[in-house]
Nanobody, 125 residues
Framework: VQLQASGGGLVQAGGSLRLSCVAS??????????MGWFRQAPGKEREFVAA????????NYADSVKGRFTISRDNAKNTVYLQMNSLKPEDTAVYYC?????????????????WGQGTQVTVSS
């Protein structure tokens, strides 16, 4: 199973970016997995950003991104998205996608069955 994240880049404060994470693998089906986004800034621990259950009916967000970020998924494309609006310099980090059977585990324990490589997001002031 592979999770391929993309969409990072350099943006000015107040701008927007959309991250994508494509899942692939013979035994992997996004229809049964919850997906999440995490981030890690330099010198800081990895932190939870957002998660979505397999159907898209449940979404969870870190308080720091509520109202600015939106997680969504397209199971037909095995893809999860993170739309990031009103970006702030403190959003600068490497963003990782992850997959797990439980949206609660992703949200509260930062544990996942699968992790993708990161994509760098840099927000300039």
């Amino acid at each position: 199973v592979q999770l391929q994240a993309s969409g990072g880049g350099l943006v000015q404060a107040g701008g927007s970016l959309r991250l994508s994470c494509v899942a692939s693998g013979r035994t992997f089906s996004t229809k049964t997995y919850s997906m999440g986004w995490f981030r890690q800034a330099p010198g800081k621990e990895r932190e939870f950003v957002a998660a979505i259950n397999w159907s898209g009916g449940i979404t969870n967000y870190a308080d720091s991104v509520k109202g600015r970020f939106t997680i969504s998924r397209d199971n037909a494309k095995n893809t999860v998205y993170l739309q990031m609006n009103s970006l702030k310099p403190e959003d600068t980090a490497v963003y990782y996608c992850a997959a797990d059977n439980s949206v609660l585990t992703l949200t509260t324990r930062q544990i996942a069955d699968y992790w993708g490589q990161g994509t760098q997001v840099t927000v300039s002031s």
